[in-house]
């Protein structure tokens, strides 16, 4: 026997009313009733952050300033360049510290995140001797190393860890380090190494 086949205006409205139903029940399932929330993801420092501003634009750079996130950067053309702009951001992240503006230190320290990413590719790219090279890179590593653990304490949760100024005070001799190393690198640069 074959079923016979009814219109849908001849099917009773309680049975379409319940079948609407399970199928909005079934879209909810899959869909969820709205945006899934973002996943609780630790976001890496800006100094962890791999790319590269070396190499004539390959992330698609045009010009000289960057814009990441909610920040923008001039990229250095030379380490004396960079290195003055490093110690204008260190400068900047002790001072919205003292401030107590913790949203302002940390806009800082990703943005030196991105400094210190420019400084790597000038170091590759520079002229300087082997061992100078060696040694500007191992300050590089330092100050990642610092900043990293300041971003840690700035998007920590309260009582957790070293509060943010804490964290600055425990590195603030490392970075003091880390820069006159570097500024001693940029006495070494041979001239004209202006890399625009």
Do not use: N, W, Y
Not at 29 to 51: E, I, M, N, R, S
Not at 83 to 90: E, H, K, P, S, Y
């Amino acid at each position: 026997m074959i079923p016979k086949v009814v219109p849908c205006m001849e099917v009773d409205v309680s049975r379409r009313i319940r079948v609407m139903g399970m199928a909005g029940v079934v879209l909810t399932l899959a869909a969820g009733c709205g945006p899934a929330p973002a996943p609780a993801v630790k976001t890496p420092p800006a100094a962890t952050v791999d790319h590269d501003h070396d190499a004539g634009g390959e992330q698609g750079h045009d010009d000289d300033t960057h814009a990441h996130d909610d920040h923008a950067h001039t990229e250095p053309h030379s380490l004396g360049e960079g290195v003055a702009q490093l110690v204008r951001a260190a400068d900047a992240v002790k001072d919205h510290l003292a401030a107590d503006a913790r949203d302002a230190a940390d806009d800082a320290v990703h943005t030196l995140g991105h400094l210190l990413e420019d400084l790597q590719g000038l170091v590759r790219t520079s002229g300087l001797a082997a061992e100078t090279k060696a040694k500007a890179t191992q300050a590089l590593d330092d100050l990642f190393e610092c900043f990293d653990t300041l971003d840690t304490a700035l998007h920590g949760e309260p009582g957790t860890g070293p509060t943010p100024a804490d964290a600055h005070a425990s590195i603030a001799s490392r970075v003091e380090e880390a820069i006159e190393t570097l500024r001693g690198c940029v006495t070494a640069e041979p001239p004209g190494e202006d890399r625009r």
